[in-house]
């Protein structure tokens, strides 16, 4: 492990200022979105009272946008600059988010106001997750691109390991909406230090034809990868059932098993200890099983150990203990699968087309994501929380079992080039 940490400290991404730059604004923006995902639930269950199927719709509103404009989002940024895209996403957020607390304080917070907000920031990540996945290879050698993704999905779980609890202790001493000005603080911080990177970004190619016609090339492009498009649809099905896992945990945790904001937050932030090791200690599963078996392995253990949360319900004085636990164990090996798919993907495209091409593969995760939360919730209304949650998981689990049979699961070193 402390190697690892030395390997991270004088590696060459270290020495690179325009990544340093975006690694610390997508920190920020991390953390604020974990804190706002947190807050939503609280607000949404114990301040305006929303049913299931009303929060399932609510947490679908947050990836709608996926499904509406990904596809278009990803022709349109690559003939933008891909930094200029990023500033104006966080702007659009910091504005949407400021909006809570205000009508908190004027006494016209609604349901309908928090769904148009999450709808916002849902359309605001699409440009920004499609912006940032596509600069990377810009300003990271291609011989560096798992390193890079490595330290984004680092980002992200330190964002999950510090955001929730940071918000769940928010969550107890003020009021749920005020928390969305501690979002709001971190975007702010997010732009000025993506407004801070200097590196000269290359002119945009403008691709020809219509809309229409750049969007069907990039669909082309993905359906002709014989290692990418059996992938993508293993990853769509994957998204649709994870998605419901994870707006049912909170009514567990708050409804079902009484806890407080506060320990729901905390249970959250546990989980993300298991995928800052999954960051770093990446390199090592690679080293030893190659692309191929760490992606099916580390993808199918993440989400068995999931069946553990539904089932603390019959342990309540050890539910706290099972959640934090499985979620630990779940965070470490998805954050191994997450970098390795992700860097697969961009070591495999070509410069001109990765906008398009992470647009498709955001659009077939987070695009299914709203269905996947509204269906959840509807069953959950009908079976309850624990029975959907072992349908949703068993269904993600079977996804798994499908990767196996794929090309990308034949790859036997650390590149695509090593596939057989």
């Known amino acids: 492990m402390l190697l690892s940490v030395r390997s991270w400290l004088h590696h060459p991404l270290t020495h690179n200022s325009a990544f340093m730059h975006l690694w610390a604004g997508q920190t920020a923006a991390e953390v604020g979105f974990q804190v706002a995902t947190l807050a939503t639930s609280a607000i949404a269950i114990t301040l305006l009272h929303a049913t299931e199927t009303q929060i399932g719709l609510l947490s679908g509103l947050q990836t709608l946008a996926f499904l509406l404009v990904g596809l278009p989002a990803g022709a349109w940024v690559d003939g933008w600059r891909k930094r200029r895209v990023m500033i104006a996403a966080n702007l659009t957020r910091i504005t949407a988010l400021t909006s809570i607390p205000l009508a908190y304080i004027l006494s ?60 769940g202790w928010l969550l107890g001493i003020v009021a749920p909406p005020l928390v969305y000005l501690l979002t709001a603080s971190t975007y702010v911080a997010s732009t000025w230090a993506i407004w801070r990177i200097r590196t000269p970004e290359p002119a945009p190619v403008r691709a020809g034809g219509t809309l229409v016609a750049q969007i069907r090339e990039g669909l082309a492009f993905v359906r002709g990868q014989r290692l990418l498009y059996p992938l993508f649809s293993c990853i769509a099905a994957a998204a649709f059932a994870s998605a419901g896992i994870r707006v049912l945990l909170p009514i567990l945790v708050l409804r079902t098993l009484s806890m407080s904001a506060t320990q729901l937050g905390l249970l959250l932030s546990a989980g993300a200890i298991g995928g800052f090791l999954g960051a770093l200690t990446r390199p090592l599963w690679i080293g030893h099983l190659g692309i191929g078996r760490t992606l099916v392995i580390t993808n199918i253990v993440g989400v068995l150990v999931l069946l553990a949360q539904p089932a603390s319900i019959h342990a309540p004085a050890m539910a706290a203990w099972i959640i934090a636990v499985s979620g630990v164990t779940s965070s470490y090996f998805l954050t191994v699968y997450n970098v390795t798919q992700m860097s697969l993907r961009q070591e495999i495209c070509p410069p001109h087309m990765l906008g398009r091409m992470n647009a498709i593969f955001r659009f077939a995760v987070w695009g299914v994501m709203p269905l996947g939360s509204f269906v959840a ?29 794929t090309p990308a699961a034949r790859i036997r070193g650390a590149s695509a080039a090593d596939a057989s």
């Open 377 to 405: 919730g509807l069953v959950a209304s009908w079976a309850g929380v624990e029975a959907t949650m072992y349908i949703f998981t068993a269904t993600a689990i079977a996804a798994g079992i499908a990767m196996g049979f």
């Open 108 to 167: 016209s917070l609604t349901l309908v106001h928090l769904m148009v907000v999450a709808a916002l920031l849902g359309l605001s990540t699409v440009f920004f997750d499609v912006a940032y996945q596509s600069y990377v290879p810009l300003i990271a050698s291609r011989r560096y691109i798992g390193a890079a993704n490595g330290r984004l999905e680092a980002s992200y779980q330190v964002g999950l390991a510090g955001g929730p609890g940071l918000g």
